[in-house]
């Protein structure tokens, strides 16, 4: 049986979704991040040296990094589901997507995230200058980042529904996450093809079910 190692508000959550859209039986153990520093816990170190979601293990296999799992996953069970053809246009756009939404698109969002908290978490007499720096960061080098990538989605998008060509595959299960928390952090929902891709992911029954094998999920 498969197991994911589940935390809250995280990457794992589209293992999940994975599944469901396979129809793959699996069990979900959750963890919860720590309330005030928002890294997961502790627990996940007897699963993986990392201590990071998502984890996945099948049978005496322990599998980490999404994009990993997500290949592992559609190899031996998806029966050519989820997947373009060897060899063809739209098979190697599924490979660099699939790639790309760790590789290149997640970078400009984490330190968003990082840039953005920082100041709080500062020293009471430092926040002034700390802020500042932040500011400055995102302005002159984060935010230009993540428009560029939002740009591209959004031409992207206007080119095919999906990422890897006119049908929906495990490419645009990896990319759910970026455009997620593009919109959540970045206004990428103000793109409307952005918005009609994100409005497509959410409205379909297998990600509503994994929602519920999930838990609670802020960025749906």
């Known amino acids: 049986m498969i197991v994911v190692h589940h935390l809250n508000n995280s990457r794992s959550q589209r293992v999940l979704w994975l599944l469901e859209e396979l129809g793959v039986p699996y069990e979900v153990k959750r963890y919860q991040r720590d309330a005030q520093t928002m890294l997961a816990p502790p627990e996940l170190l007897a699963v993986h040296p990392l201590g990071k979601s998502p984890v996945v293990t099948d049978g005496d296999k322990t599998l980490a990094e ?97 990422f890897a060509g006119p049908d929906f595959t495990a490419a645009d299960i990896m990319m759910s996450f970026p455009l997620e928390a593009g919109a959540a952090r970045a206004g990428a929902a103000s793109r409307p093809h952005v918005k009609a891709f994100l409005d497509r992911i959410h409205a379909r029954p297998a990600y509503r079910q994994a929602l519920e094998r999930g838990g609670p999920y802020d960025y749906a």
């Open 66 to 162: 999404t994009g990993a799992i997500v290949e592992y996953l559609v190899e031996t069970y998806g029966q050519d589901r989820l997947v373009p053809a060897a060899g063809t246009p739209e098979r190697l756009r599924w490979t660099y997507w699939l790639h790309y939404a760790e590789g290149s698109a997640m970078t400009p969002l984490l330190l968003k995230l990082v840039f953005t908290a920082l100041p709080a978490r500062a020293p009471g007499l430092l926040k002034g200058l700390v802020k500042t720096i932040a500011a400055k960061a995102q302005s002159g080098f984060v935010d230009p980042q993540l428009k560029s990538h939002i740009d591209y989605w959004e031409a992207e998008l206007a080119k095919a529904e999906w």
